[in-house]
Nanobody, 113 residues
Framework: QVQFVESGGGLVQPGGSLRLSCVVARTRFLYSMGWYRQAPGKQRDLVATISVDGSTTYADSVKGRFTISRNNTKNTVALQMNSLKPEDTAVYYC????????WGQGTQVTVSS
């Protein structure tokens, strides 16, 4: 079964930056990947995707602020988040895209002054 281990979250002030990382284990890293987030009381939403060859897509709410990247030799996916806003506060998860499989524990991002 595929495993996802996310890290890099924390508390940051509005306008600040964070870099999230995800290690993908127990699979050949030949899938499109996505970063998702779930705010308290809300559904889990797709934030960004990256294909095997590096093509990317972003939710409108994060375009121009977030950058997704991957390292196919290390089986990792990263999310660079700049100009963070309070509404970015959520637990962030990485998973396959489309068709997410079992979820990891996620990493909490809190944007607050």
């Amino acid at each position: 079964q595929v495993q996802f281990v996310e890290s890099g979250g924390g508390l940051v002030q509005p306008g600040g930056s964070l870099r999230l990382s995800c290690v993908v284990a127990r699979t050949r890293f030949l899938y499109s990947m996505g970063w998702y987030r779930q705010a308290p009381g809300k559904q889990r939403d797709l934030v960004a995707t990256i294909s095997v060859d590096g093509s990317t897509t972003y939710a409108d709410s994060v375009k121009g602020r977030f950058t997704i990247s991957r390292n196919n030799t290390k089986n990792t996916v990263a999310l660079q988040m700049n100009s963070l806003k309070p509404e970015d506060t959520a637990v962030y998860y990485c998973n396959l895209y489309p068709g997410p499989t079992s979820w990891g524990q996620g990493t909490q991002v809190t944007v607050s002054s």
